[in-house]
């Protein structure tokens, strides 16, 4: 009798199960239901195939159709993720008919007038309602006490219209079920910047904003330099005349209407003059308590766009990592690093850098087919992503797959592989689309001319030493490839192609935060770029019919997968020889603000667009070196910088430490003026709800008790 021989089943990461709590935040955030609250997607593999087909399904041919289907699910099954507007609603529109697979949106300019600022707030609220999130520039609107000509009367300033959108925004996303997100963009020599900068110190103030400030290099330098800074606006014909005015000479987003030079700069008046450092700590002192206002470099984003020979970007989408002109969309999606780790915890532990490029690739095609489903609801918006064809594919489980691989996010070893995860997605990426572009045609902006011009010469001097001069005709897709600062680092061989023929695409790559898709899809992978916030914490999210936000306990992905290869006993933080984790295990807190840094740094430099990255910074860490972090930003070539702080009495994050809710004491009033001392991990019950005591006091000082 021949001996039958049993081989046990070895467990690999594809063997780990969705943790319960990833589990309900896919059922509630994406899982496509009808109208009666039915499934009808039965799982996430029917959800994988729901997409497929809807973003297959644009291809010209049934035999194209078809063979893409395949492809797309493929890339699905193995880390490639869409954002959630297109996980959402790609191929539900028998459920959704009004709804748009577009994430990221920019506002057309705020122009300074009544009609102007309330055709934005229309316009906003139908974005917000198609589920889009909207940036803003607002420094476009006269300074507070300016006399207002038509009305005979002076204004209220910039921030009372910016709680006008506000108010809007929370009204349209309690009434869709979904939160609407809206980025607010602010120069940094308007002279209302100081009340832009201290707004959110105000109790439930611009809650449905993020704010940034627009950096310039040439306030960077004044800072250095401990120089005068100028605060200013466009001068009304009046004030340019006026012999007591002081006229300046500034880039400005607006020129319509204004005073211009033959460079396109804007008569502007001095309103004040600060000094610069004094501003800066201004800025530093809000972001330390508050982790507002971010920090947009924003000459370094319109040096580094590859459409910097027809935009000039003063806004991003609400987490940054989209600048876009006005009326600008783009859709995202990720990869899943972990995905491509073979034989994890071990030394011979590997990323799989050929499949990774073949979902690169596949992925590619799939984002692009999203424009022609886009769902927008303004014609501008469409016309804009239809003209350009932006996409912005990044990644998620960076912090993760290190780990997975024993590196140490922030090592030397782990900008290496950064450096090239960012890299070989690029190439990949524009390979394929130089490809769309002789299949399908390139974006139809590369096959336009434009004019050369003074200013055209100005930002690009290497124009006029290729025999170029004022007057010329120069495709679109030549100033892309050969004059864009970002393209010229790729081998030429690829932009002479792209010079030639053009690509599908104006703009490939963008890191975007990936908070809910890394924790439903991901099964808690490490957010976006960023290592794992902690390996069991909790998240606070937004549950529709609740009072206040409820926190789910989680775990990180490499601690299952550690749990599930190696050993089922292994606990965060055990001083128990047999139940530690390797030294390897590493969480944000762990990690020094410059290595944060560092790493956005490796990435950034072939990443297109922008990455949204926060640095998480110990509740204890010195004013004096938090400044640096911001300093070593603009150094170090990054496009924006945004940083973290545990600080209880401003507000409650969307993660926390167990440790942090334990070591805080919340003290508030209730309705009937008992006084509530308590942790911030205690529960409560009130109203009829159980709710933990950092949430219920966030939801009342707040102002959003009740309202979701």
């Not at 997100?181 to 308007?190: K, L, N, R, V, Y």
């Not at 994050?653 to 008992?674: H, I, K, S």
């Not at 006091?697 to 008790?705: F, P």
């Amino acid at each position: 009798m021949k001996a039958v021989e049993f081989r046990t089943h070895q467990p690999t990461l594809a063997d780990i199960p969705l943790q319960p709590a990833s589990e309900d935040i896919w059922d509630q955030k994406y899982r496509l239901k009808t109208n009666t609250g039915v499934a009808a997607d039965g799982d996430v593999h029917d959800a994988y195939k729901r997409v497929a087909r809807a973003l297959a399904d644009v291809e010209v041919t049934p035999e194209k159709r078809e063979a893409w289907f395949e492809k797309f699910y493929w890339a699905l099954e193995n880390g490639a993720i869409p954002a959630g507007r297109i996980l959402s609603n790609a191929g539900a529109l028998e459920h959704k008919p009004s709804t748009s697979t577009i994430n990221c949106t920019v506002s057309g300019t705020v122009k300074d007038s009544m009609d102007g600022i309330l055709s934005k707030v229309h316009e906003a609220g139908l974005t917000l309602k198609a589920g889009c999130g909207i940036g803003f520039e607002f420094s476009t609107l006269r300074p507070k006490g300016a006399f207002v000509s038509g009305a005979g009367a002076y204004t209220s300033g910039p921030l009372s219209f910016m709680d006008i959108f506000n108010a809007m925004c929370f009204t349209i996303s309690s009434a869709g079920g979904r939160r609407g997100a809206q980025m607010g963009t602010f120069d940094i020599s308007h002279p209302d910047i100081k009340d832009f900068i201290r707004a959110k110190r105000e109790d439930g103030r611009l809650r449905q904003f993020n704010l940034s400030c627009l950096i310039t290099d040439e306030f960077i330098q004044a800072v250095k330099n401990d120089a005068p800074w100028d605060l200013v606006f466009p001068a009304s014909p009046h004030e340019y005349e006026d012999p007591e005015s002081r006229i300046v000479w500034r880039n400005w987003p607006v020129r319509d209407g204004y005073i211009t030079n033959d460079l396109g700069c804007v008569a502007c008046k001095v309103y004040q003059t600060v000094p610069a450092p004094r501003l800066w700590d201004i800025i530093m002192a809000s972001t330390y308590d508050y982790a507002e206002p971010g920090f947009i470099l924003i000459d370094r984003i319109n040096e580094m766009n590859n459409n910097w020979f027809c935009e000039n970007i003063r806004a991003t989408n609400p987490c940054g990592e989209q600048p876009l002109p006005g009326y600008g969309s783009c859709l995202l999606g990720s990869v899943n690093l972990t995905k491509f780790v073979e034989e994890p915890f071990t030394d011979r532990a590997r990323f799989n850098w050929d499949r990774y490029r073949r979902v690169v690739a596949v992925f590619t095609r799939m984002l692009d087919n999203v424009v022609e489903i886009n769902g927008l609801p303004l014609a501008q918006q469409r016309h804009e992503i239809q003209h350009k064809r932006r996409h912005g594919m990044g990644f998620l489980g960076l912090g993760s797959a290190m780990t997975l691989m024993q590196m140490k996010y922030g090592e030397p070893k782990s900008l290496v592989f950064t450096d090239r995860v960012a890299r070989e997605m690029a190439e990949a990426g524009w390979e394929t689309g130089v490809e769309l572009a002789e299949e399908k045609g390139p974006a139809p902006i590369l096959l336009e001319e434009f004019t050369v011009t003074r200013e055209m010469l100005a930002k690009r001097p290497e124009m006029e030493r290729d025999g170029y001069q004022v007057g010329d005709k120069v495709r679109g897709s030549v100033l892309l490839a050969k004059y864009s600062r970002y393209m010229q680092q790729f081998d030429n061989a690829l932009t002479d192609r792209i010079a030639e023929v053009g690509a599908r695409f104006t703009h490939h790559t963008s890191i975007a935060p990936t908070g809910t898709i890394s924790l439903s899809l991901g099964n808690n992978v490490s957010n976006g770029i960023e290592p794992s916030f902690a390996h069991q914490y909790s998240r606070n999210v937004i549950r529709e019919g609740r009072k206040t936000k409820e926190r789910l306990g989680v775990f990180s992905f490499e601690l299952l997968a550690y749990r599930t290869l190696v050993n089922p006993e292994a606990a965060p933080g055990s001083s128990d020889p047999t139940t530690q984790l390797p030294d390897y295990f590493i969480s944000s807190d762990m990690i020094a603000p410059r290595q944060h840094v560092e790493v956005q740094a490796a990435a950034q430099k072939w990443v297109d667009s922008s990455i949204s990255k926060t640095a998480n910074i110990p509740a204890d860490f010195p004013f004096e070196d938090f400044k640096d972090i911001y300093m070593s930003a603009y150094e170090k070539g990054l496009k924006g910088c945004t940083t973290f702080r545990f600080n209880p009495s401003a507000f409650q994050g969307v993660l926390v430490r167990e440790q942090d809710l334990e070591n805080t004491t919340y003290r508030f009033e209730l309705a009937d003026g008992e006084i509530v001392e308590v942790k911030g991990n205690e529960e409560i019950e009130y109203d009829g709800e159980i709710h933990t005591a950092a949430n219920l006091y966030d939801a009342l000082k707040e102002g959003y008790y009740g309202k979701f």
